[in-house]
């Protein structure tokens, strides 16, 4: 939430773990050519290019994609999660290299346009098993450059958070059209069955892990309270939340963290203005509740980022009777203050 | 088709064509108009946003155009 923009949001860790992304990615590459070279000695030096990075792209699309539940399962993964928009753009590299040098391999040589190539070399769009299937691997690369150029926070609040999110969700997507990419080539080219291997046991995870995560959010947000005779919701005993921690509760559909801060409780919205991180699974720093994914402030007893920022969320009313707290379901404006209660 | 694949990679063409020119435009001039922490950022930053700039240049031209209209 600076008042400008850096090039890049560094700090100590993010370096770290951006050498470690190269470092692996160097190591693979360089693994991967090894292996070839003893195994395969024919293959030219393009071939072993446009393998290595295309294979190395979707290995790094699957970390990618089994970050989010993981972290949903357990906060341990958290610092992934803030990186995992380096290794995004990590990732469209790898498989820009993949993708140009199979143009410039398999598409140059003729006199037409080699993006016109890539769509027109084999017209056997209605065939299965001779299916034009780098044409997908061009649809999912332009999907990454869109997903890659606008990962920068400019385009988060330029474009809005809503469109900012529905783009990068089109990452589902490309997954999809790679795997297809991968699995219509592997019938012309002799793709290996370690490719093919990883691919069914990457699918397996990803989609496990999501079924898993979906199923244990569904459950917090199930767990229904009673209500008094205010209408107010009954959602747990003081001694439940720990200090400078919350829990979170569904509350008319909307998720809703209850701190507590020197023994006194607040309630906000619990989804963060930036990038819809989950503020209850924060802790709060210096007075302020600071949300884990990339640590935005919000007050307790208002909802609003101190100033100079703007940011503000809903705020809720809250009493404790004899231990219990029970929270007003119907939501303040955002950035309304509510006196922190006493348990 | 070929025709279908031929318009479409001509629509597909002319969209980051214009995505170019529009990009040149917003990040010397019209970038700062609309958010003022890019006038206070580093150079290379703008070179940074330059091709999300070509990717969505439509979602930045309409918001450049309703910021100058409630302006005037
Ligand atoms: C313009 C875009 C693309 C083109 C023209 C293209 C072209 C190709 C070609 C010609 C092959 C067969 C290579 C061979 O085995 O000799 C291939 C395989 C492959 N591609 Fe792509 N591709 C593109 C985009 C992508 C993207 C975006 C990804 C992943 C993120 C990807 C991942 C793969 C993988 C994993 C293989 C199998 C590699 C192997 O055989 O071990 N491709 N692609
Ligand atoms: S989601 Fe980025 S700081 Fe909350």
Redesign the interface.
């Known amino acids: 939430m600076?008042?400008?923009?850096?090039?890049?949001l560094w700090n100590k860790h993010k370096k770290t773990y951006d050498k470690f992304i190269a470092l692996g990615m160097v190591l693979y590459l360089i693994l991967f050519f090894v292996l070839t070279l003893v195994t395969n000695a024919e293959l030219t030096v393009e071939t072993i290019i446009i393998r290595a990075f295309g294979s190395l792209a979707i290995i790094v699309l699957h970390i990618i994609l089994i970050i989010g539940p993981l972290t949903r399962l357990n906060p341990k993964y958290l610092p992934i999660l803030y990186n995992r928009r380096h290794l995004g753009v990590s990732m469209f590299l790898a498989a820009l290299v993949h993708g140009l040098f199979s143009i410039i391999n398999f598409h140059t040589l003729g006199d037409k346009n080699p993006?016109?190539s890539i769509?027109?070399s084999n017209?056997d769009?209605g065939s299965l098993h001779n299916f034009p299937f780098q044409v997908l691997g061009f649809f999912a690369l332009l999907i990454l450059?869109?997903m890659a150029?606008?990962?920068?926070d400019?385009?988060l609040?330029?474009?809005s958070p809503k469109?900012w999110k529905q783009?990068h969700m089109l990452v589902y997507l490309a997954y999809a059209l790679v795997i297809l990419h991968v699995f219509l080539g592997a019938f012309q080219q002799e793709t290996s069955l370690f490719t093919i291997g990883i691919l069914i046991l990457g699918f397996l995870m990803i989609s496990g892990l999501h079924v898993i995560a979906a199923f244990k959010e569904g459950k917090i947000d199930s767990a229904k309270g009673e209500l008094d005779s205010n209408g107010w919701l009954k959602v747990c005993y003081t001694d439940e939340i720990e200090e400078s921690r919350a829990k979170i509760f569904t509350v008319k559909n909307e998720r809703v963290a209850i701190f507590k801060n020197e023994d006194k409780l607040s309630a906000i919205h619990n989804v963060c203005k930036h990038q819809g991180g989950p503020l209850g699974e924060g802790k709060i720093v210096d007075g302020c509740i600071t949300c884990p994914w990339h640590g935005y402030q919000y007050l307790p007893h208002n909802g609003q980022s101190p100033p100079p920022f703007t940011e503000k969320v809903n705020t809720y009313e809250l009493k404790v009777l004899e231990g219990i707290v029970y929270i007003n379901p119907d939501a303040m404006a955002e950035g309304t203050e509510v006196a922190p209660i006493v348990c | 088709?070929?025709l279908i694949?031929?318009v479409f990679?001509i629509v597909l063409g002319l969209y980051f064509g214009l995505g170019l020119i529009f990009g040149l435009y917003f990040v010397f001039i019209g970038g700062t108009k609309?958010?003022s922490?890019?006038k206070?950022?580093?150079k290379?930053?703008r070179l940074?946003?330059f091709?999300?700039v070509?990717?969505?240049w439509p979602?930045?031209l309409r918001?450049l155009l309703n910021t100058e209209q409630d302006d005037s």
Do not use: R
């Not at chain 1, 150029?149 to 920068?152: G, V």
């Open positions: 600076g008042l400008d923009y850096k090039f890049v993006i016109v769509f027109t017209m769009y450059f869109v150029s606008t990962s920068h400019f385009f609040k330029n474009l469109i783009l | 088709m070929e694949i031929n990679l609309l958010d922490f890019l206070d950022s580093k290379i930053v940074l946003l091709p999300g070509i990717a969505t979602f930045l918001k």
